[in-house]
C-alpha cells in the first residue's frame, strides 16, 4: 500500500489520476498524500549533508523517499503501471463559480476541541452549494513548530519535550473529539508524524542547522493536524468532507524577498486533479502549506493561510471569501494599540492592502491579489462575535456606495510598522546626476534588504528610505562601500542611519488628493509634540507614510486616529501637590470623569499623585487603550498604601513616559519655585503644564521670558488661569483683549481673598486685630496671616498680570504697602505676631475713621499702570459708591481699563479665593488643553 500511494504523486502531473477504487475507499487517499507530502520533504532531506541524513531511521527514510536511486527507478515503474489502469476511468470535472464559498478559520478559532465544533458547526450551517474551508494551526502550534527548529538547531535537546507537548496538545483534542476508528486514525497518523518529526529534529540537531526545506516540512504540521480534525467532526455529523493537504495542490514559486509567488496555471491544474479524486462539496483544506514545482514541501510564510484561502477562491472562482478570526472585523486602527478604533463596514482591496502592508496583521498583506482579479469579495467576520457583520472587502464602487459622504472614506485607517531604520543618503554631488537613485538601491538590492519606503526631496539633495532594522547594518556598508569615491570626493556628504524608527500611514481612498486631510494629520502629530523624520505620500492617493520614533509611534498613532475619528482625547495628568487644592481638584476630576468621557468625549487619566514626601503611580497594567490610570475614589489610601518616596523624575517619566497616550500634562498644585523650576524642561520634553502656582511667572523675568517664549514657539501648552483671581477669568480676559488688540491702560484691582474679607469687614465695629483673628479662624488666611498682610501675594499676582501686559518688569520693581506693623515682622512665631497685633489696632482705626469721614472705604489694591511702565501694591480708598467698595466675603475684583474700556471699565468680579473654585480654574485649563489637542467643542 506504501509503495502504491507513493507513486500517486510522483506520477508525472500531466498523467491522469489513479481510479478511485484502485486506492480503496475514501480513507485511503488521504493517507497517500500523506506519503507524499513526506516523500517530498525527503526531496529536500536527499539535497542535505549526509551528516543530516545519518540519524535518519531507514524506515523513515524509505518512507519520505531517501531511497537509493536504483530503487527510485523502481517506484517509477510502478507509477506506469498504476497509470494504466487510470486512463479507463471517468474524471470528475471541477464546478467552478459562485457555488463555491470559500471560509478560513485563523488559529484561535480552532483553538482547542470545543472551538473546532464550533468551526464545523459554522461550516455546516453555511447554506451554500460547496464549500471549502482553509484552516490555520491550532493557536500558538506555528510558534511551537518554530520553536523546535530553534531549539534543535542551537542544540537544546528540551525539543524533546516540547514536542512531546505538541503531540499531547493534538491527542488530547482528538480524544475530546473523535472516536473509534476516527480517533485510532488521527492518531496513529499523529504518532507516526511525530516519529518523523524526532528523526528530523534530531537530523537538524547534530547537524545544527535546519535548511529552509527542513523547516517548513516541520512548522506547516499544524495545519496538517487542525485539517484532518477538523475534517473528521464534520464526516462524524453525518457530513460527506473530504480534507485537503494543500501541498498536493498549490504550487508556488519562492522569490528572493522571503516570499512566494503562486503558480496560478500548474495550481489550478492539479486542484482539478485533486477534486477528480475527491469529488466533494465539502472540502477542508490546510492553509499556509505549499510546495514548489518540484515538490518540496514550503510554506507562505507567517500568517500565510489567509493567503491560501484567498488563492483557493481565486482557482475556484468563489462567490466569496470569509476570513475568521477573534476580532469584529478591520478596525481603524489595531484595537490592541487604539481602545477607541472602529470598525470599518467596507474597504477597498486596495485600501486592504496599503492596511495589511503597513502592519495591520488581520490580514496577510497578499491576501487580496487573487481574489481582486475575480472581483471576490472577501469577509473579515469574528467567529467569536456571530452578531457582527464584519468588514467587507471588495471593489472600490461598492465602498464609494456605502460610505462616500463621510470623512473615513477618505481616511479608512491608520497602521504602524515597528523596528525599522531610516537610511539618509545626502549631498550637493547627487542633484541632477542621472543614476544616483538606481546606484542606490541597486546597492541595497545586492544586499536582499526589503526597503519599505522612499522619500527623495525634490531639491535632489538627500534620498531617504526605510528598511527593517535587521537589515540596515548590511545596507549602510554597502552604500559606504558603494559610495566610496563620491563619498571622499565630497560629492556625497553622508550615508547616516537613524535607528529605532517605525512607520505610520494613513490609509483611505483618494485622501491624499482631498485637500487638508494631510495638514490634519500632521496638525494632531505636531499638537501630541511628535517629530516627523521623513514623509512619503505616493501618487496612489491611497496612503500617507510618516516615519517617526520608535518610542513616539503609539502616542502618534492615537492622537492621528483620535483626530480623525473623533475618539477620545485622551491626557495623562500628574498632580503634584495633593493638599488642600490639589485634592480638591482630585475630587472634581473624579466626579467629572465620567461625564466628560460619555459626553464630551474627553478621557483624563490620573497616572501619578505626588506629595513632598511620598508618591502615588498608576498600575503598569496595559489594556486595550493604555493604563486607565489611578482610582480616583481611593487615592488617599491608596497613596498609604502604595506610596513610594517621592521622586520628581521617576514621576514625570511615568506619566509621561506611557508610549500610548498622546498627551501629557503636569499640574502642579504647590507654590513652590524648585517645582516650577522644571517647567521649561517639562515643555520641551511636550509636557503640558497647568499651575496656580504663582512662583514660575513671577521668578526672574529672564527665566519667565524663555518659558514664554518657548511656549510660543512650540505646541506646548502653559497655562496658569488660577495664578490670578483663582477660578475667575482674569489672565484668559486679558488675553482676549490683548490678542484682539485692544490696548491695556491700566489693571486695578483687589487679588487677595483674605485682604478682601478683612477689610470689607474692617469698618468701624471690630478692631483690626479682630478682624484678623476672625479670617484666621474661618481659614481664609494662610497660616500665618503675615504672609497675606505681607503684599507678597498680590505683588506676586501683579507682576504676572504686568508680564501677560507686555511690561518687562522684575518682582521687586513692584513698590508693595506691607501691612505687617515693622516691629512684628520679625516675630518668632503666628501666634506671638497674633498676639501683640492689638498693639496695633489704634493706628488702624485712625486710619479707617479717616476714610470714613470723607465717605470712603480702605481697600488693598495691585496695580498695573501701562502709562507709565509700573505697578504697585497699595492700601488704596475708594469712595463708597465705587465698584470697588461694594464687596463682600472673600470676592475679587479686577478692572481693566484699556482703550475700548476707557469709560467704564471691564469688571470681573467674584470670589477669588477657596479651594473649590481654585481647583476648579486649574479644571478649566485642562478642559482649555483638552479642547486646544482637538477634543470636540
Ligand atoms: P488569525 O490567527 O485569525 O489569522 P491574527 O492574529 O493573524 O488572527 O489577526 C487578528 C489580529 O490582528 C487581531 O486579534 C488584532 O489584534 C490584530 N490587528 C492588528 N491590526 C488590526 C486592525 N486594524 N483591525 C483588526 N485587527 C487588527
Ligand atoms: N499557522 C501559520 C502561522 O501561524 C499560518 C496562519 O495561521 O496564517 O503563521
Ligand atoms: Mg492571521
Not at 531517501?66 to 507509477?79: A, E, M, N
Not at 471517468?90 to 480552532?110: A, M, N
Amino acid at each position: 500500500m506504501a509503495s502504491l500511494s507513493a507513486s500517486i504523486s510522483c506520477r508525472p502531473s500531466s498523467l491522469p489520476p489513479p481510479p478511485r477504487a484502485l486506492l480503496g475507499g475514501a480513507e485511503k487517499p488521504r493517507e497517500g498524500r500523506r506519503r507524499t507530502a513526506a516523500a517530498a520533504a525527503a526531496a529536500a532531506a536527499a539535497r542535505c549533508p549526509p551528516s543530516l541524513l545519518s540519524p535518519l531511521p531507514r524506515s523513515l527514510a524509505r518512507r519520505v523517499g531517501v531511497v537509493p536511486s536504483q530503487r527510485r527507478r523502481d517506484l517509477s515503474k510502478t507509477i506506469h503501471a498504476s497509470v494504466t489502469v487510470d486512463i479507463a476511468t471517468e474524471e470528475v470535472q471541477l464546478p467552478k463559480g459562485e457555488t463555491w464559498s470559500v471560509h478560513k478559520f485563523g488559529g484561535t478559532c480552532v483553538g482547542n476541541s470545543q472551538r473546532i465544533k464550533n468551526v464545523a458547526n459554522i461550516i455546516m450551517k453555511d447554506d451554500s452549494e460547496r464549500k471549502l474551508a482553509v484552516v490555520s494551526a491550532m493557536s500558538k502550534v506555528t510558534d511551537m513548530m518554530y520553536d523546535l527548529i530553534d531549539k534543535a538547531q542551537s542544540r537544546d535537546d528540551t525539543y524533546v519535550f516540547a514536542l512531546d507537548n505538541v503531540l499531547e496538545k493534538h491527542r488530547s483534542t482528538a480524544l475530546d473529539l473523535l472516536e473509534g476508528n476516527d480517533l485510532a486514525n488521527f492518531l496513529s497518523q499523529l504518532d507516526d508524524d511525530i516519529n518523523n518529526l524526532k528523526a528530523m529534529l534530531r537530523a537538524i540537531y547534530i547537524a545544527g542547522h535546519a535548511t529552509e526545506s527542513f523547516t517548513d516540512f516541520v512548522v506547516g504540521h499544524g495545519e496538517l493536524w487542525s485539517a484532518q480534525l477538523l475534517s473528521s467532526v464534520i464526516k462524524k455529523n453525518g457530513i460527506d468532507c473530504q480534507w485537503m493537504d494543500t501541498r498536493e495542490v498549490l504550487i508556488v514559486c519562492p522569490t528572493n524577498s522571503n516570499q512566494v509567488d503562486p503558480d496560478f496555471p500548474e495550481s489550478e491544474q492539479r486542484l482539478e486533479k485533486w477534486y477528480s479524486q475527491n469529488p466533494s462539496k465539502t472540502i477542508i483544506a490546510t492553509g499556509f502549506i505549499a510546495s514548489t514545482p518540484y515538490n518540496i514541501p514550503t510554506t507562505l510564510k507567517r500568517d500565510g493561510s489567509d493567503f491560501s484561502a484567498a488563492i483557493m477562491g481565486a482557482l475556484l472562482r468563489a462567490r466569496q471569501v470569509t476570513i475568521w478570526t477573534d476580532v469584529d472585523g478591520v478596525y481603524s486602527a489595531d484595537p490592541r494599540k487604539v481602545g477607541e478604533a472602529v470598525i470599518l463596514k467596507t474597504l477597498s482591496y486596495q485600501e486592504a492592502w496599503e492596511m495589511s502592508y503597513f502592519g495591520a496583521n488581520v490580514l496577510h498583506p497578499r491576501t487580496i491579489i487573487p481574489v481582486m482579479r475575480y472581483d471576490i469579495p472577501i469577509v473579515i467576520r469574528n467567529i467569536f462575535n456571530l452578531s457582527a457583520p464584519g468588514t467587507k472587502i471588495c471593489h472600490p464602487s461598492v465602498c464609494e456606495d456605502e460610505d462616500s459622504h463621510m470623512l473615513e472614506s477618505y481616511v479608512k485607517g491608520f497602521a504602524t510598522i515597528d523596528n525599522l531604520a531610516l537610511v539618509n543618503v545626502e549631498g550637493t554631488g547627487m542633484a541632477g546626476v542621472p543614476g544616483t537613485a538606481s546606484a542606490i538601491f541597486g546597492a541595497v538590492k545586492d544586499v536582499g534588504a526589503n526597503v519599505i519606503m522612499i522619500s527623495q526631496a525634490s531639491s535632489e539633495h538627500s534620498v531617504c528610505f526605510a528598511v527593517p532594522e535587521k537589515e540596515v547594518e548590511a545596507v549602510a556598508e554597502a552604500l559606504q562601500s558603494r559610495f566610496r569615491q563620491a563619498l571622499d570626493a565630497g560629492r556625497l556628504s553622508k550615508v547616516q542611519v537613524i535607528p529605532n524608527c517605525s512607520i505610520l500611514a494613513a490609509v483611505g481612498q483618494k485622501m491624499a488628493s482631498t485637500p487638508g486631510v494631510s495638514a490634519t494629520l500632521f496638525n494632531a502629530l505636531a499638537k501630541a509634540n511628535i517629530n516627523v523624520r521623513a514623509i512619503a505620500q505616493g501618487c496612489s492617493e491611497y496612503n500617507i507614510t510618516v516615519v517617526v520614533m520608535r518610542e513616539d509611534c503609539i502616542r502618534a498613532l492615537r492622537a492621528v486616529h483620535s483626530r480623525f475619528y473623533l475618539s477620545r482625547t485622551t491626557i495623562a495628568m500628574g498632580i503634584i501637590g495633593p493638599g488642600l487644592i490639589g485634592s480638591t481638584l482630585l475630587e472634581q476630576l473624579r466626579d467629572q470623569a465620567a461625564v466628560l468621557k460619555e459626553d464630551f468625549n474627553i478621557d483624563l487619566r490620573v497616572m501619578g499623585i505626588a506629595g513632598s514626601r511620598s508618591m502615588l503611580l498608576s498600575e503598569a497594567s496595559i489594556d486595550n487603550s493604555g493604563c486607565r490610570g489611578i482610582d480616583l475614589s481611593q487615592w488617599q489610601e491608596l497613596l498609604k498604601e502604595k506610596g513610594e518616596v517621592a521622586n520628581l523624575e521617576k514621576f514625570v517619566q511615568h506619566v509621561h513616559g506611557n508610549g500610548f497616550i498622546p498627551n501629557t500634562v503636569i499640574v502642579d498644585c504647590t507654590a513652590d519655585s524648585v517645582v516650577a523650576s522644571h517647567y521649561y524642561n517639562w515643555l520641551r520634553r511636550g509636557i503640558h503644564v497647568i499651575t496656580p502656582n504663582k512662583k514660575a511667572n513671577s521668578g526672574p523675568l529672564d527665566q519667565y521670558l524663555k518659558l514664554r517664549a518657548l511656549q510660543r514657539q512650540s505646541y506646548t501648552h502653559y497655562f496658569y488661569e488660577a495664578t490670578v483671581g483663582a477660578g475667575l477669568p482674569i489672565v484668559s480676559t486679558l488675553r482676549g483683549l490683548l490678542e484682539t488688540g485692544d490696548k491695556i491702560l491700566r489693571i486695578e484691582g483687589i487679588f487677595s481673598g483674605t485682604l478682601s474679607y478683612i477689610f470689607n469687614n474692617f469698618i468701624g465695629e471690630r478692631s483690626f486685630s479682630e478682624v484678623v483673628a476672625e479670617a484666621k479662624q474661618a481659614g481664609y488666611t494662610e497660616p500665618d496671616p503675615r504672609d497675606d498682610l505681607s503684599g507678597t501675594d498680590v505683588q506676586r499676582k501683579v507682576i504676572i498680570l504686568a508680564r501677560e501686559s507686555g511690561l518687562k518688569l522684575e518682582l521687586s520693581d513692584i513698590p508693595v504697602d506691607n501691612l505687617v506693623p515693622e516691629p512684628l515682622r520679625t516675630s518668632a512665631s503666628a501666634e506671638e505676631f497674633m498676639e501683640k497685633l492689638p498693639q496695633f489696632d489704634q493706628e488702624w482705626t485712625n486710619k479707617q475713621q479717616e476714610a470714613e469721614a470723607a465717605g470712603k472705604v480702605l481697600r488693598y489694591v495691585g496695580v498695573v499702570d501701562l502709562l507709565n511702565h509700573r505697578g504697585a501694591v497699595e492700601l488704596r480708598t475708594y469712595k463708597k459708591d465705587d465698584a470697588f467698595a461694594q464687596l463682600s466675603g472673600t470676592d475679587n475684583i479686577i478692572a481693566f481699563t484699556t482703550t475700548r474700556y476707557s469709560k467704564q471699565p471691564l469688571i470681573v468680579r467674584g470670589p477669588g479665593a477657596g479651594a473649590q473654585v481654585t481647583a476648579g480654574g486649574i479644571f478649566s485649563d485642562i478642559l482649555r488643553l483638552a479642547s486646544y489637542l482637538g477634543a470636540p467643542s
